[in-house]
């Protein structure tokens, strides 16, 4: 599947503590179609998007952003991923795959994918997800494990948030973009926005909306951020840098695990003074 290709949402699962209300879909890449805090939506819908990438909260497994032309080489040999945007590989091969659901309770959902073994991906391996709500706050954990051989790897999540009317994003470092607009070395200091950037971040960031704010935490030490559309802004924590096996190659053994944890925390006036 291209990542610009259409993808049904298919059966929702609901999970919904105190004001927040989720929507997940296993079927569509097992993201979060939809967040409702106090009954107001989030995320941009699957009814407001034509492509697959461009709509609600999806987990990027086993790499994240763009490897460039889907090429890099590993442990010797080389590898030659299927393309499915504009000529590279983008944001992995979980967003367009369906996930098992392995429980489904009131407010939380756990998630398993196989990975295949073929042009998408040869390496195999298992992701897994953990989406937890508890009051104002959504918890999210996602996870890859090594099959039998080693494999590169990067874990991420692509939220699709409506348009904040202020974002309040304090990074260290940013990545410059080369003619292809792929992520090179080194770093340098972050440039005026609007962004289609990766970051070097452990601050919180903050998107900034009439009445509450929404507080993005992570273990993750890159962030990518698209704010070029004027609908939408999308906030990437991710383990590792777009074109990873690259640029910045992790490493896992045979039966090794990658995780990391995401944290969205919606903050009401009071919190604000």
Known sequence: ????????????????????????????GGRIAQI??????????????????????????????RIRH??????????RLRANLEGHAIHGVGFAMPWRVEAHAAAHVELSLALPEDARW???????????????????????TAGVRAMPAVVGWH??????????????AMY???????????????????????????????????????????????????DERAHATCIEPQTGPPDAPNLAPHRLAPGETLAAWFLMEWLGRQEER
């Open 1 to 28: 599947m291209q990542a610009t290709d259409p993808l049904e949402p298919g059966p929702l699962l609901a999970i919904g503590d105190g004001p927040l209300a989720l929507t997940v879909a296993p079927q569509a």
């Open 36 to 65: 409702h805090h106090q009954g107001a939506p989030q995320l941009v819908g699957p009814e407001e998007a034509s492509a697959t990438i461009a709509w609600g909260c999806y987990p990027m497994v086993p790499w994240a952003g």
């Open 70 to 79: 889907g090429r890099f080489d590993f442990d010797g040999r080389s590898h």
């Open 122 to 144: 040869p390496f195999g391996g298992v992701a897994r997800q953990h989406i937890e709500v508890a009051g104002g706050r959504l918890r999210l954990a996602l996870s890859v």
């Open 159 to 172: 939220p699709w948030f409506r348009k904040p009317a202020r974002l309040a994003f304090a990074p260290a």
């Open 176 to 226: 410059p973009r080369d003619a292809e607009g792929i992520a090179i070395l080194p770093t340098v200091p972050p440039t005026p926005g609007p962004w289609d950037d990766c970051f070097l971040n452990t601050r919180p960031v903050e998107l900034h909306a009439p009445g509450h704010r929404v507080r993005l935490t992570s273990d993750c030490t890159h962030w990518v951020v698209f």
